[in-house]
């Protein structure tokens, strides 16, 4: 359920097929995929200034379901500000990103910062995962407007300047000895695939990759139960 | 109309992103993606040894119609073996790939190998529309095995081996002044886009990368006539 943005869908689908142990096309998972960048500005929506984006999400979802998917999967963070709204009603099992997220988090990781829109921030859904774990959540404002600068090159088609928008980004918290940082926006872990932040790998939290673990993973255990 | 294989139509939706000017997720296109790396293999189906896929991408195909798409894309050059069944009942235009790629050969070839699976070579769709836009096609046997190797190991998720596989190929083509080298198996291009192949850009025709541009062209021209 995705388009938010494509180029973060199409990450799902990559990692989902990476994680996959296939020697030819038929091990792979089959992927209904509503890559639907139409659908309204999240940020905005939240902000009260524009519409809301729930009933195309709504749509999609029944659709996605409709095609007969076992499980959905929505690579957008900020859109998970409807996700109780869209799992109250879905037919299937709809795994949050952050539950996936927390799943895999830096051996022995103590401080976190998390980095995403203003409104994924706002809502705080990693905080308290985070901290059933173990880990304390650093606000890090300072650099917003460094995060928002990548997530929209990344948007707008321009990967390297999202890489260089956010390594500096990276780096400062890497020197201040913040052990995990989670790429909260599902375009950040994008940006983070460039080079310039190719230095910091140990410290990063992918949830798009872990979304696509537990899609692979719920894959798995259907495909070895019996039909 | 994909997952033959699911890198393949991944690398069709990064195509198709990067093809569109585009600052914000919504200046995209709404792309629903049938990524059903179920399908049977096309190969043992065209040889007669294995189950035809044509009922599944029938059904795959009505399930997209239904769901409102404007125009449909097969990012697989074997399976349009069923290209003309699919076509005769599918309710929206169905671009072939070979129309979509004949419009982006090398300025002034003359000469034209096509490489591909072996079921795509036989079909020879590719020849007679190179024939018309003034290309011979050379046929290439002595590289058969080289390229199944290449497309076998994208299949398996081993870019640098696919590249490497690839690369003495279109070396010897280069070498032997072929200027146009169509990719008609949708892993080739995937080789291609590896560090190996990077020297032999100028003369390759991507089969994806025409059919991306044919379906950006549908959406921007459907974008600008009234509803």
Redesign the interface.
């Known amino acids: 359920l995705g ?5 973060a ?2 990450d799902l ?2 990692k989902i ?2 994680l996959t142990e ?20 999240r940020l905005a929506a939240i902000r009260g200034t524009g519409t809301s984006p729930l009933p195309i999400l709504m749509d999609a979802m029944q ?1 996605l379901a409709g ?1 007969g998917v076992g499980v959905i999967l929505m690579p957008c963070n900020t859109a998970h500000y409807w996700y109780e709204d869209l799992r109250r009603v879905c037919p299937v099992p709809f795994i949050h990103i952050a539950d996936a997220a927390v799943r895999y988090l830096p051996a022995g990781a103590r401080r976190a910062v998390v980095l995403g829109t203003a409104a994924t921030l706002a809502m705080r859904f990693y905080d308290d995962r985070l901290a059933a774990h173990g880990l304390k959540v650093e606000a890090v404002p300072q650099f917003q407007p460094a995060v928002d600068l990548a997530i ?1 090159a990344v ?3 321009d990967l390297a300047k999202g890489s260089e928008a956010l390594a500096p980004v990276l780096a400062n918290l890497v020197e201040a000895r913040v052990d995990a940082v989670v790429l909260a926006c599902t375009e950040l872990p994008i940006a983070a695939s460039g080079a310039a932040c190719a230095a910091y790998a140990s410290v990063i939290v992918d949830p798009t990759l872990a979304l696509a673990a537990a899609g692979v993973a719920w894959a798995e255990s259907a495909k070895s139960k019996p039909a």
């Open positions: 388009g938010m943005g494509p180029q869908t199409v689908q990559s097929i990476s296939a020697k030819r096309d038929q091990d792979h998972c089959d992927v209904w995929v509503a890559n639907l960048a139409s659908i309204p500005d659709k095609l929209a948007k707008a088609g």
